[in-house]
């Protein structure tokens, strides 16, 4: 006997456990399911019609006209007198319009019949649904998106909820504040939605209704997908700032913590890094309108006073204020391309030179960069950002190569770019060496339609190929830099060995060049002293041993430069200059301006000069890539 009330007693147990799951789930489908006869009321009217438009006929009415349940402090009233006046919705047999009733299949089909929307366009039967029953959200929806069909008002957009005027004294009744800034939602509960993302309908800046969660917070998945964060620098290498003076043409918000504060358009905005303001947390800036910028007074740019898309966040990192522009990847393109490219070498090659920077983008977004809680900087440690303005052609590029990537058989291509080509491209691998063997995807080539038959790793053939002995047309050849030379003295490269890497070499006996890559770039060379010997590679360090400043570096067109710190390129070959038995220094040989890796612009811009598409040049450059949408 004391077993089966035992027994019993777990049953029942069991029984409460499922009833309260189901209890649970109930509420969970009607918290997300209904739909009130008001919200609908919202939804129809404002399809068609400005908030000021429904208060104003509402305003028309006498208290007395109203039915009984519907009063002038309502938040529904306009749009339930709306609705009513239009034939969509109507009161029942007692005059009452019943604001808080679900939704029901009976007011669904008079809806439907003033719409002259019929059953058969429908995906669902109306034939069992009893009248008085509750009309799914979804089945609404899908009337709805009928009626609308040929609205030009009614979109689809996702919001990330942060605050609702539940949550924040600086918001009014029914508002919501969303990564878009603040949009109205009158009628529909948003509470259980803050700190995640939303599907919605909208209309301007109102919400009409929840289409559904979305499962991951923007910044999440946007991270991944089309938000990039650019820590700003306050002078070149340096990102701590300690002032702050931020305004916009637009009005704008700063959100820290549970406060948010409201400024009108042309209002400064100024912090310390020592403002206690930070002990909230982040500082968030945004435009209330998503099309607004913002102007960093505190900064200058070349383009003088620099403005934003996006949000910019304040932060106090390591006791020091660090500025971070959180911008959507596209305007990130176009605010890269005009410091990147001259506009003026074409669309084709701007639209190149795009999917370039996107590339380089999202292979930054699974990195920090130096640390900082950015993905990159704005200067050309990665790429440099809003140095100039984006303008009409670099937002068209970026906009007419939306979402293009490269990627290869490892992942997204190693997008590099360079100024100008001495006629053939490198490897990173050839440009970037350190003394080790690496595997590569990636290719080089000569920039000429025509076929050319020479081993660049030669000696005797690369001073050919500089020389011009053969008579080939190469895209770039007409361009100031494809060819130069300088002198430089014994003196200077002594002074530059000291300098870079510490070595006493003494009196310089002889340079030797040890290794060639396969575009010609040299790997490393020997540079012997009566004291010591040094051997230097990659070609940056190399262009920095024979710097040019102080002597005349002179084009192939006949332009002097007498102030650059390093050579044009790592693309040359050296002529000993001897005197009296005595060697005074060499004579540089060499072409292209840049390291000669990946994609050349000017000839990206010679390509589309000749009539090639974006597509058709970032083949030629990367061959072993294939263009992406993502």
Known sequence: MKRFWIQ?????????????????????WV???????????????????????????????????????ISKDNWYGKYAITAMDEGWMGVSEDGLFYPGDVFSYKDLKEIMKAFYISKESLTFSLQFCENDAMVPKSRWYEVFRLIAVNSQKIKKDTYFVYETSATSKKLQPWQILTEQGVKNAEGIALDQYIGSSIEVYTVDDHILGVL???????????TESSIIRVILHEKEGDYEHESVQITSEHDFYVLCGQDIWKHDAGQIFELSKKDSIFEQGDIRIKCVQPEGKIQLLSLERACGIPEYN?????????????????????DYVAGVLPGEMPMSYGMEALKAQAVCIRTYAKRSLTTNFKGYPAHVDDTVS?????????CKESIQAAAETKGMVLKNSKGYTPTYFFSTSCGHTSTPEDVWYDGNKSETVTSSKFLTNESVDLNLKDEAQFRSFINKDNPLNYFEEELPWFRWQVFISNE???????????????????????????????????????????????EYAIRKIFSPKGAELRSHMGMIETEWN?????????????????????????????????????????????????????????????????
Not at 212 to 222: F, G, I, M, R, T
């Open 492 to 538: 200077m490269i002594e002074e530059k060995v000291k300098e870079q890497t510490g070595s006493h070499i003494g009196q310089l006996l002889s340079v030797e060049i040890l290794a060639r890559g396969e575009g010609g770039v040299i790997k490393s060379l020997l540079i012997k002293g009566d004291e010591e010997e040094e051997v230097i590679m990659g």
């Open 31 to 69: 918290d997300e399911e209904v739909l009130y006869r008001a919200q609908i009321a919202r939804m129809l009217a404002l399809m068609q019609y400005e908030p000021e438009e429904c208060e104003k006929r509402f305003a028309s009415y006498e208290e007395s006209e109203l039915p009984s349940d």
């Open 382 to 390: 990665t790429q440099v950002y809003n140095n100039q303005l984006a």
């Open 8 to 28: 019993m007693g777990i049953l029942g147990a069991a029984i409460s456990i499922l009833a309260a799951y189901y209890v649970f789930l109930r509420m969970q």
């Open 310 to 330: 996006g949000d910019i966040i304040l932060q106090s990192f390591n006791d020091h204020m660090i500025l971070i522009n959180e911008v959507h990847m596209e």
């Open 566 to 630: 390093v050579l044009p390129s790592g693309y040359f070959y050296l002529d000993a200059l001897v005197e009296n038995d005595q060697c005074e220094g060499y004579l540089v040989h060499g072409g292209g301006y840049g390291h000669g890796c990946g994609l050349s612009q000017n000839g990206a811009m010679k390509m589309a000069e000749l009539g090639k598409k974006y597509d058709e040049i970032l083949k030629y450059f990367f061959a072993d890539s294939t263009i992406v949408n993502e």
């Open 212 to 222: 559904c969660k979305v499962q991951n917070k923007p910044d999440e998945s946007h």
